[in-house]
């Protein structure tokens, strides 16, 4: 079965970066994108970008452009998210999901809760 | 602020059948036959419920489906259930080849 199992949570100082990584288990890998998406407590849900595990190629939302960072190591079918210069408001659960051509979002990890506190 | 906008509440009793609404622009909804819908329960990870505008995945029940009309999608939840109350998502591709979600709609089951 198609799983997706993000890594743990993480307590980070203001302007650190914090990466989090999203192992897939039960299909090809490079066969479909990972998306990553976050929720801030009691909030929406918000795309930050994904990669083409095939070729690496990214897209992120302008938003995010120069702070995150897409990669991924197709020898253990791992995607990581990297965002920098973290601030509170950067204090959400981040979520991996397998993403198909049409954009939909089929399978998702469990989240990652990443809070930013001096 | 959300690209796509959703009512940020909706109810129903059980049994009766609900429309959440998704609007955006031409340049989302209105540009592709790509809406997809979520539900999520508090405290866990969103789950597809209908993609590619009215498709369903395997193992999601018939008492959800989706349609769309020029800018505006919608989610219709026939059949009520007690289960059914939970956050809903819409999602759009869109010309930039990104995605956008909607603000999200809670669904009171009365």
């Known amino acids: 079965q198609v799983q997706l199992v993000q890594s743990g949570t993480e307590v980070k100082k203001p302007g650190a970066s914090v990466k989090v990584s999203c192992k897939a288990s039960?299909?090809?890998?490079?066969?479909?994108?990972i998306h990553w998406v976050r929720q801030a407590p009691g909030q929406g849900l918000e795309w930050m970008g994904r990669?083409?595990?095939?070729?690496?190629?990214?897209k992120y939302a302008q938003k995010y452009q120069g702070r995150v960072t897409m990669t991924r190591d197709t020898s253990i079918s791992t995607a990581y998210m990297e965002l920098s210069s973290l601030t509170s408001d950067d204090t959400v659960v981040y979520y991996c999901?397998?993403?198909?051509?049409?954009?939909?979002?089929?399978?998702w990890g469990q989240g990652t809760l990443a809070t930013v506190s001096s | 602020q959300s690209v796509l906008t959703q009512p940020a509440s909706v109810s129903g009793s059980p049994g009766q059948s609900i429309t959440i609404s998704c609007t955006g622009t031409?340049?989302?909804?209105?540009?592709?036959?790509?809406v997809s819908w979520y539900q999520q329960y508090p405290g866990k990870a969103p789950e597809l419920l209908i993609y590619d505008v009215t498709n369903r995945p395997s193992g999601v029940s018939d008492r959800f489906s989706g349609s769309k009309s020029d800018n505006t999608a919608s989610l219709t939840i026939s059949g009520l259930q007690a289960e059914d109350e939970a956050l809903y998502y819409c999602?759009?591709?869109?010309?930039?080849?990104?995605?956008?979600f909607g603000g999200g709609t809670k669904l009171t089951v009365l």
């Open positions: 990669i083409n595990p095939h070729t690496g190629d990214t």
């Open positions: 999602s759009s591709y869109t010309t930039s080849t990104t995605l956008v």
């Open positions: 031409d340049s989302d909804v209105g540009g592709y036959k790509y």
């Open positions: 999901a397998r993403g198909k051509a049409t954009g939909f979002l089929d399978y």
């Open positions: 039960g299909y090809i890998f490079i066969y479909y994108h």
